[in-house]
């Protein structure tokens, strides 16, 4: 039977599980809630699961426990922040509250992040920065998984993508948070384990081939999401969130599914924008609500977003995890 906790007591047991493993106090704080958020709004591959993992890669070097983002070059609409290759969330939460404050200052701020790691579900920031009025996309590279157009080899990493929206009260932000493969590696590797066969499309094998074996797809590439287009994009991040921040790029950086490996050194940014410096608040709000409307018109249409309503305050844990993570903070 699942063991029903509060939000506060599950970030708490977290936190405890990161801090034992090496990690600060803010840093353990700051990824334990950013954690419990991901598992709430249903997004599980970014929740409680990860919390292991984060604690092998702090307790063998690739992620720095003692590390505190410094904001470096700072100029009135854009900053570099070193993350000093620790666990992401300290270095993500200093870009979304730099990202804030210089976009009302400014209208508009992009916030780069270097020496970074893995960032999560990324709707949950842009979903807070839209619900304080501001218009929010939020970019990351990863490890190496799917080739450029025309190459068979892993390049670019699934480069996730998330864009936030306000709308007027009582309505959530409008959230889009999508990768750029056709799907998860994580989810292949789910496949792999039960030993079933993939759907064709979704990966190739090492010489590029099309294949439907899980097995094989994990020591070959993913799919981008839309083929050649889908390639191109993963491109446009890889080239936002290293080139201007002289992060790693994902084919320098060891993979998430192996506790072994280097400190992957990823690169993440933020791009923050006022309504208020265009067209106005006003204006804008007038013109998402008309989309929406019109969208709503067809039966079965969803707004992107729902999720990151208000959620409850607490957490079903199933035993196992709870188990895990209570063994982990008694480590």
Known sequence: MPEIMTRAAAEALVAKALTAAGAGPEMARLTAAALVDGELVGQAGHGLSRVAQYAAFLRNGRADGAAVPQLTAPRPGAALIDAGNGLAYPALALAEAEGAARARSQGVAFIGITNSHHSGAMGLPVARLARQGLVALAFTNSPAAMPVAGGRRPLLGTNPVAAGFPRAAPHPPLVVDLALSTVARGTINGYAQRGQAIPEGWAVDAEGRPTTDAKIALTGALVPLGGTKGAALALVVELL?????????????????????????????????DPGALAGQAAYLARIEALITAMLEDDGVRIPGQRHAAQPDTIALSDAMAHTLRDLART
């Open 241 to 273: 969130c290293v080139a201007l921040t002289g992060a790693a790029f994902g084919f320098e950086a060891d993979g998430f599914f192996t506790d072994a490996g280097n400190q992957p050194r990823l690169g993440q940014a933020r791009l923050v924008i």
